[in-house]
């Protein structure tokens, strides 16, 4: 059976309201323990409990973005909702053997949810009966706000999930007396975050020379940590992971701003 992959302006506005409700209630709703090489969860943490929020999220949108199209509008629930539950499990229940590879299932379960959400909305989705993002613009337009309010926001917390995992991988965790330096820890989010948005809008706008120039400055403010080994190797893997996430984003933010703006 052919796949018919969203095309018109209405179909890509639907799907792209799909994939912001993921990553808000995957990266942004409350109790979301997003740091793969985190310290032990509270006692108290309530896996099921603090998903449920989530949960219901994902099965209510695609309702209301696609209210006359019952059958797809359930098969996006079932995989919103499935896809979310294996995803938080992984990142709160999984084994050692899981966390050092957080990266990979961050990726690959949201790259999962963004392939089959648009397999299931297909190429003939009528307007929503409710959308996320309501502006006197055409449905292209407001497709390509949704997808980049989508990117924008995973760039922050779902890269630092990937960055944050990708140092647990390589062992270069910022360490003080043999604990995790949680205040390095919080710094190096704060500043990553930034960095990213800045370094993807760039690529987005095509402001290919100021890429440098971030990445300079970065350098040149942690330059007297270079001087350590260990931190210099948390440096060096935090920013080109770092990098890495925001040129990606900052491609798919330019081709989204050509193609439907």
């Known amino acids: 059976m052919p796949v018919a992959w969203p095309r018109s302006d209405e179909a890509l506005l ?12 995957l990266y942004y709703m409350p109790h979301t323990w997003s740091i793969w090489a985190r310290l032990e969860l509270p006692e ?3 896996l099921v409990g603090h998903a449920v929020p989530k949960l219901a999220l994902l099965a209510l ?15 996006a629930t079932v995989v919103g909702v499935a896809l979310a539950l294996a995803l938080s499990f992984a990142r709160e229940r999984g084994s050692e ?9 961050e990726l690959g379960l949201t790259g999962a949810y963004v ?13 929503p009966l409710v959308a996320l ?14 997808f980049s309010a989508a990117i924008t926001l995973f760039l922050v917390r779902g890269g630092t999930q990937i960055v944050r995992a990708l140092l647990k991988k390589a062992g270069t965790l910022p360490v003080t007396e043999g604990k995790v330096d949680e205040v390095e820890y919080n710094r190096g989010r704060l500043i990553g975050g930034i960095e990213r948005l800045l370094l993807a809008w760039m690529v987005a706008a095509g402001s290919y020379g100021a890429m440098g120039f971030i990445v300079a400055a970065k350098g ?7 001087e350590n080994r260990e931190r210099a190797e948390y440096f060096l893997v935090g920013t080109l992971a770092s990098t890495a996430v925001a040129l990606v984003a900052g491609g798919l933010l330019r081709v989204i701003f050509l193609a439907l703006w």
């Open 14 to 25: 639907v799907w792209a309201q799909l994939l912001l409700t993921w990553v808000v209630a």
């Open 44 to 46: 108290s943490h309530n």
């Open 61 to 75: 949108m695609p309702l209301l973005v696609m209210p006359s199209r019952l059958i797809p509008a359930i098969a």
């Open 97 to 105: 053997k899981w966390k050092t590879r957080g990266a990979e299932v």
């Open 115 to 127: 392939a089959l959400s648009a397999v299931i909305v297909g190429d003939n989705a009528v307007r």
């Open 133 to 146: 993002v309501t502006v006197p613009l055409p449905p292209s337009r407001m497709a390509a706000l949704s």
């Open 220 to 226: 040149l403010i942690r330059s007297k940590d270079l």
